[in-house]
């Protein structure tokens, strides 16, 4: 077990250093950012531009650059926004706790949605209801969630009026945006526990308690449904980048003040400091959600570590 | 027993409302793009400034309405079709031949190749291709060959990891070792006897993932960072409709119509083919 770990963490941390790589690389690629920085028109001496270079290190080699942003990243220092020079760092505290508070209730939510969902289309299976859940779920699978969002809206928002249609302003603001993850989590969460409950339901336990005299709903719920969670877990912790890749667009569509937000400003105004810290942010929550998962489930299921 | 009778019996009881609508919502939307030319001339770019925003099924000339200026709405479909059909096909091809040709190298050969193929493969999956493609596409610049590359970059991965798989279920049974012993050569066996076994999961995972790139491809573009805005698209008349959302639903209703139908179609076919090939499902 210490040795899988031991495995889990190395992969982690080698995932980690490839991906800061790449940013920082891809950072390095858009050239050189001081002549934009002063294309205010005022007269700008070369002396200038190499004192603006030296203060944000552009003036060092390219491996030296990747070290000062590592050891940074360690202290917590982000570096400063090519814009007013607020820190990367503020500026992230103030953007991750509302993705994280998006990301959450959308998972949740769509557990509410596609568990029962999914166990009844188990225990159905091959029934007409069955394949209306099948359908459903491919067609959840087919919706491009930016389109969800803008339909959610024209029909929550604009023709019953009920809900805001952007924006952090109120708890109601949550709903639209959160609803359309969901959804679009829930389509493919629900053939995840459907197919692990199929599994499930034809072990011996099931036939026991059944056998005992316990009630559907207890059997269901209270035994089968432990043994469907491992996999819809393992299966979220593998799909949260896509989560986390589908909350930054929903996030643009509704303006929600979150990271994917911070990165789009960030793209637009060219302010590379900040999208950096920003994609390495997201790629370490992820990574670290993997990590713990994967450690969890190690924990839960001996067989995984012995592999 | 007669396998060939129990097949194309479950072939008729398991959903095969599936295949047809698969077929159907596929077919008419290839179809429809494809021939967007030949059925619509240049109208997708003809603006008429007296007929903006016109509502759908009023005009005969303008069924699903027009744009907000006065572009026809479904020959802009037919038309923006078309780059999503070229970034999926192109997309889901080179990552197929790169990753089926390193899959079948690391799983006939073993070895160095392997584990090197391996170690690659931990750490790309473990890669946010949203959040990269963001990075590198906002800093290079958008486009259609860096949106194309990207997606071959993050995807062959899949590929090789289940043709390593297959070709590793599939090197010692008997029929390969039989050939080895009568003596075909290496390049022989892997392209005539194992190539052909399997080809099935291949063209599964490429159906599925045509789908899932014509939808990566509208979301990039939707946010500005896909195709070029001259060019009609699907993402890219999503993104223009959104600030028309209020007066004029229809500018955004129909092109994402227009995606959800295309990859509902390849997601039912490529379903119904996992099922179909899929030999523990038999009953």
């Given at each position: 077990?210490?040795?899988?770990?031991?495995k889990?963490?190395?992969?982690?941390?080698?995932?980690?250093i490839?991906v800061?790589?790449?940013?920082?690389?891809?950072?390095?690629?858009?050239?050189?950012?001081?002549?934009?920085l002063v294309?205010?028109?005022?007269a700008?001496?070369?002396?200038?531009?190499q004192?603006?270079?030296?203060?944000?290190?552009l003036?060092?080699?390219?491996?030296?650059?990747?070290?000062?942003?590592?050891?940074?990243?360690?202290?917590?220092?982000?570096?400063k926004?090519?814009?007013?020079?607020?820190?990367?760092?503020s500026?992230?505290?103030?953007?991750?706790?509302?993705?994280l508070?998006?990301?959450?209730?959308?998972?949740?939510?769509?557990?509410?949605?596609?568990?029962?969902?999914?166990?009844?289309?188990?225990?159905?299976?091959?029934?007409?209801?069955?394949?209306?859940?099948?359908?459903l779920?491919?067609v959840?699978?087919?919706?491009?969630?930016?389109?969800?969002?803008?339909?959610?809206v024209?029909?929550?928002s604009?023709?019953?009026?009920?809900?805001?249609?952007?924006?952090?302003?109120?708890?109601?603001?949550?709903?639209?945006?959160?609803l359309?993850l969901?959804?679009?989590?829930?389509?493919?969460?629900?053939?995840?526990?459907?197919?692990?409950?199929?599994?499930?339901?034809?072990?011996?336990?099931?036939?026991?308690?059944?056998?005992?005299?316990?009630?559907?709903r207890?059997?269901?719920y209270?035994?089968?449904l432990?043994?469907?969670?491992i996999?819809?877990?393992?299966?979220?912790?593998?799909q949260?980048?896509?989560?986390?890749?589908?909350?930054?667009?929903?996030?643009?569509?509704?303006?929600w003040?979150?990271?994917g937000?911070?990165?789009?400003?960030?793209?637009?105004?060219?302010?590379?400091?900040?999208?950096?810290?920003?994609?390495?942010?997201?790629?370490?929550?992820?990574?670290?959600?993997?990590?713990?998962?994967?450690?969890?489930?190690?924990?839960?299921?001996?067989?995984?570590?012995?592999? | 027993?007669a396998?060939?009778?129990?097949?194309?019996?479950?072939?008729?009881?398991?959903?095969?409302?599936?295949?047809?609508?698969?077929?159907?919502?596929?077919?008419?939307?290839?179809?429809?793009?494809?021939?967007?030319?030949?059925?619509?001339?240049t109208?997708?770019?003809?603006?008429?400034?007296?007929?903006?925003?016109?509502?759908?099924?009023?005009?005969?000339?303008?069924?699903?309405g027009?744009?907000?200026l006065?572009?026809?709405?479904?020959?802009r479909?037919?038309?923006?079709?078309?780059?999503?059909?070229i970034?999926g096909?192109?997309?889901?091809?080179?990552?197929?031949?790169?990753?089926?040709?390193?899959?079948?190298?690391a799983?006939?050969?073993r070895?160095?190749?392997?584990?090197?193929l391996?170690?690659?493969?931990?750490?790309?999956?473990?890669?946010?291709?949203?959040?990269?493609?963001l990075?590198?596409?906002?800093?290079?610049?958008?486009?259609?060959?860096i949106?194309?590359?990207?997606?071959?970059?993050?995807?062959?991965?899949?590929?090789a990891?289940?043709?390593?798989?297959?070709?590793?279920?599939?090197?010692?049974?008997?029929?390969?070792?039989?050939?080895?012993?009568?003596?075909?050569?290496r390049?022989?066996?892997i392209l005539?006897?194992?190539?052909?076994?399997?080809?099935?999961?291949?063209?599964?995972?490429?159906?599925l993932?045509?789908?899932?790139?014509?939808?990566?491809?509208?979301?990039l573009?939707?946010?500005?960072?896909?195709v070029?805005?001259?060019i009609?698209s699907?993402?890219g008349?999503?993104?223009?409709g959104?600030?028309?959302?209020?007066?004029a639903?229809?500018?955004?209703v129909?092109p994402?119509?227009?995606?959800?139908?295309?990859?509902?179609?390849l997601?039912?076919?490529?379903d119904?083919?996992?099922?179909?090939?899929?030999?523990?499902?038999?009953?």
């Open positions: 077990m210490p040795a899988y770990i031991t889990r963490l190395l992969q982690a941390l080698f995932v980690v490839v800061t790589l790449l940013v920082s690389y891809a950072i390095r690629l858009s050239g050189d950012p001081t002549a934009m294309s205010g028109g005022a700008v001496t070369e002396q200038d531009l004192n603006i270079r030296a203060g944000l290190g003036d060092q080699p390219f491996h030296m650059q990747y070290l000062n942003f590592i050891s940074g990243v360690v202290k917590g220092d982000f570096g926004s090519f814009f007013g020079g607020t820190p990367v760092w500026l992230i505290a103030q953007a991750l706790p509302a993705t508070l998006l990301s959450f209730l959308s998972l949740i939510l769509s557990f509410v949605i596609s568990i029962p969902l999914g166990i009844h289309a188990a225990v159905k299976s091959g029934s007409w209801a069955d394949q209306i859940v099948r359908i779920s491919l959840g699978l087919s919706f491009p969630n930016f389109w969800l969002a803008i339909m959610l024209l029909i929550f604009i023709k019953l009026e009920w809900l805001p249609s952007s924006g952090f302003l109120a708890y109601s603001g949550l709903v639209l945006p959160c359309t969901a959804l679009i989590l829930s389509a493919v969460n629900v053939r995840i526990v459907r197919s692990a409950m199929l599994e499930t339901l034809s072990a011996q336990f099931i036939l026991v308690s059944r056998a005992k005299g316990l009630k559907d207890v059997v269901l209270k035994h089968a432990r043994n469907c969670l996999p819809l877990l393992t299966f979220v912790g593998l949260f980048g896509d989560l986390l890749g589908g909350v930054v667009i929903v996030e643009r569509v509704f303006n003040p979150g990271m937000s911070l990165a789009f400003d960030a793209i637009s105004s060219r302010d590379y400091p900040v999208l950096q810290g920003t994609i390495t942010v997201l790629a370490l929550l992820i990574v670290l959600t993997n990590l713990v998962i994967d450690i969890a489930y190690g924990i839960i299921d001996p067989r995984i570590g012995r592999k | 027993m396998s060939s009778q129990t097949k194309s019996r479950s072939f008729f009881r398991h959903t095969p409302l599936e295949l047809i609508l698969g077929i159907l919502l596929t077919a008419g939307m290839v179809l429809l793009v494809v021939f967007s030319d030949v059925i619509f001339g109208k997708a770019d003809m603006m008429d400034l007296r007929a903006r925003l016109l509502p759908p099924f009023v005009s005969l000339n303008h069924i699903f027009t744009d907000p006065g572009r026809d709405v479904l020959a479909i037919a038309a923006g079709g078309k780059i999503s059909l970034v096909l192109l997309s889901v091809t080179g990552a197929t031949i790169v990753g089926t040709i390193a899959g079948l190298i799983g006939y050969f070895g160095v190749a392997d584990m090197i391996m170690r690659i493969a931990d750490v790309q999956l473990a890669m946010p291709f949203m959040l990269m493609a990075t590198f596409i906002a800093i290079v610049g958008p486009g259609l060959p949106l194309i590359s990207l997606m071959i970059i993050a995807q062959w991965v899949q590929y990891r289940l043709v390593r798989g297959l070709v590793l279920s599939l090197r010692d049974r008997e029929f390969i070792q039989s050939a080895r012993a009568i003596g075909v050569g390049t022989r066996i005539v006897h194992i190539l052909p076994n399997i080809i099935g999961p291949i063209i599964v995972l490429m159906t993932n045509v789908a899932n790139n014509i939808l990566l491809e509208s979301s573009t939707f946010v500005g960072l896909g070029d805005a001259s009609p699907w993402g008349m999503l993104a223009d959104r600030t028309y959302v209020q007066s639903w229809w500018v955004s129909f994402g119509f227009a995606i959800m139908f295309t990859v509902l179609g997601n039912l076919l490529g119904w083919l996992r099922d179909y090939l899929d030999p523990t499902r038999e009953k």
